[in-house]
């Protein structure tokens, strides 16, 4: 009698029979088959979605973190660049502002002011970047202009660089909207030569032409798993208009550019002589618009990224601070790993000072810190786990004989 009653049990949201499902859940009042639990539970999932979305929207002021907050924040990740960090603490209090003014009738619409940040390589531009994203409450991406080309040509398409954007925050295009993009490698993508006539310049100057309209503001169509688009692809609307794009480049060379625009104004006996004694590791701190566009951008972007700062070289100071005091350095890393294998690292001071003099003499800036790290305890992380000690202390006579026999010695030898 009980095996008749239950062949009789159907699902009360689809009607079929358990001879028709893989399994029926029976409950106190009712039944309900494995399809429709899966789609109940989906419905709930977006249902959830929309309410937290719906809750996000508003943004409220009393909790945003003001610039000096953010700032404060950098400090403990990022040395120096006193003045990026503050261009960049106002361009992103700026746009969380902006996402959260009320549209009345005063006819003042917040228009959003991109930044580009000019620095040598290895000073810090990715790493502010990713640092500011740790605490940002908007979806953050950080993509490479060096692999966009116009469509239709080997590489990627300008709307691609949305893509990770719209991964940052699940597809979530509302979120997406509000987002903030770094672009990284912008001078790669500088004009090739003054005279556009004679090739297609497909990854230069035709990048930037792509570019204008996102910087602008407009619907753009993203193919939603990146790479090139095509007709059967769906694509997803997406508008720029309220969406902070921050640039980044070395513009390798632009000093150049700097120092002969700062002798063309100079006038009258003994001016020359001042200018030539500035010194040509500061030029940086002069840089102008006028010199982005000799270098190779176009006027139309150049006025679509109206904050310009700049990232100063790194002195041996700074370079010295960098291998400590972050709250992720170098060796507090390097501690953290032996600690796990419950080694007790020791650094002496002269190597920290041989690793900067090292970096300083390469001219590889911050970046290059960790490759001479590495390249000093590569031996060390390989012996020490299991070796059964409990204490090392790493000196300057064992750092030097290490880069002698590495790839860094030879790099020596070649300047």
Same mark, same amino acid.
């Given at each position: ?6 062949t ?32 109940a ?31 404060a ?16 603490s ?19 619409d ?20 990713k640092?500011i ?8 991406a ?6 966009l080309?116009?469509?239709g ?9 949305l ?11 509302e979120e ?5 993009v770094?672009i990284?490698e912008?001078?790669?993508?500088a004009?090739?030569g003054?005279?556009?006539?004679i090739?297609?310049d ?5 990048v930037q ?31 720029t ?17 700097i ?23 500061k ?12 270098? =190779? ?6 006025? @679509? ?5 700049n *990232? %100063?070289?790194? #002195?041996?100071?700074? &370079?010295?601070?960098?291998l ?9 890393q ?6 796990m ?8 001071d002269e ?7 090292k970096?300083?003499e390469?001219?590889?800036g ?14 060390v ?6 070796? =059964? ?6 000196? @300057? ?5 290490? *880069? %002698?026999?590495s #790839?860094?010695?030879? &790099?020596?030898?070649?300047?």
């Open positions: 009698m009980a095996k008749k009653k239950e009789n049990l159907r699902c009360d949201f689809c009607g079929r029979g358990n001879d028709e499902v893989r399994l029926l859940l029976p409950g106190l009042n009712g039944c309900i088959c494995d399809e429709c639990a899966e789609r539970n989906e419905i709930a999932k977006e249902y959830l979605q929309k309410l937290q979305h719906a809750d996000s929207e508003e943004i409220d002021m009393d909790s945003l973190p003001k610039p000096s907050e953010i700032h924040f950098l400090d403990q990740y990022v040395i120096g660049q006193e003045k990026a960090k503050k261009y960049l106002v361009a992103v209090y700026n746009h969380y502002k902006r996402l959260a003014q009320k549209r009345d009738d005063d006819g003042i917040i228009e959003k002011s991109n930044i580009i940040i000019v620095g040598p390589t290895g000073t810090g531009k990715t790493l502010l970047a640092t994203a740790k605490m940002l409450k908007v979806p953050f950080i993509v490479d202009a060096t692999v080309t116009e469509a040509y080997v590489g990627e398409d300008i709307e691609s660089l893509t990770r954007l719209l991964a940052a925050c699940d597809y979530n295009v997406a909207q509000r987002g903030i770094f990284d912008i001078d790669k993508i004009r090739k003054d005279n556009p006539s090739t297609r497909v990854s230069g100057e035709g032409q792509g570019l204008l309209k996102l910087l602008e503001g407009s619907v753009v169509n993203v193919p939603p798993q990146g790479g090139r688009k095509h007709p059967e692809q769906r694509m997803i609307a997406i508008d208009k309220n969406i902070l794009f921050i640039c980044g480049g070395a513009f390798e060379g632009i000093e150049r550019k120092a002969q625009r700062l002798n063309t104004h100079v006038v009258g006996y003994g001016a020359g002589n001042r200018v030539s004694k500035l010194d040509r590791e030029l940086l701190h002069f840089v102008a618009p006028q010199d982005l566009r000799s270098y =190779g951008l176009i006027p139309e972007i150049i006025g @679509r990224l109206p904050i310009l700062t *990232l %100063e070289p790194l #002195d041996r100071d700074a &370079l010295r601070r960098i400590t005091e972050p709250k992720n350095s170098i060796v507090k390097y501690h953290k790993l032996l600690e294998d419950g080694v007790a690292l020791t650094i002496d190597v920290l000072d041989f690793v900067v003099d970096a300083i390469f001219k590889l911050a970046r290059g810190l960790r490759s001479i790290f590495e390249t000093i305890m590569i031996d992380m390989y012996q020490v786990p299991a070796s =059964g000690e409990t204490t090392y202390r790493l000196t @300057r006579d064992y750092a030097a004989q290490q *880069l %002698e026999k #790839d860094f010695e030879l &790099l020596s030898q070649m300047q």
